[in-house]
């Protein structure tokens, strides 16, 4: 991937992210807006996923950029792995406990863009 695509990837990823958590925070939660945010992160948390195993294998990383070893695989690890996402019950009640992973993901996926 080049760097372009590295970053447009995270861009999108953070918009997504933003855009769930500013659903999440109108209230009261209609049908549709539940709907749309479970299925921003249903997105959000298929592409962390797909991303995290295809980066895995130590052949996958011998074809690898210098971008994509330094900044894109630690992001999407750290993502993946720290910020709840993985753990997030799609199917689950909306509450507060969406808030958290969100907004790592969008911290995560935003830090190296500018």
Do not use: C
Request: aromatic fraction near 8%.
């Amino acid at each position: 991937m080049t760097r372009t695509e590295i970053l447009q990837r995270l861009q999108t990823i953070k918009e997504k992210g933003t855009q769930a958590l500013r659903l999440l925070e109108s209230k009261p939660l209609s049908v549709d807006t539940q709907t749309e945010i479970r299925s921003l992160a249903q997105w959000i948390k298929e592409e962390l996923h797909n991303e995290y195993n295809r980066m895995l294998p130590d052949r996958a990383q011998k074809t690898m950029s210098v971008f994509e070893l330094s900044v894109y695989s630690p992001t999407i690890e750290e993502t993946w792995k720290k910020s709840g996402i993985s753990r997030l019950k799609i199917d689950g009640p909306l509450d507060q406990r969406w808030q958290e992973p969100l907004e790592a993901v969008v911290y995560n996926a935003g830090k190296y863009l500018s």
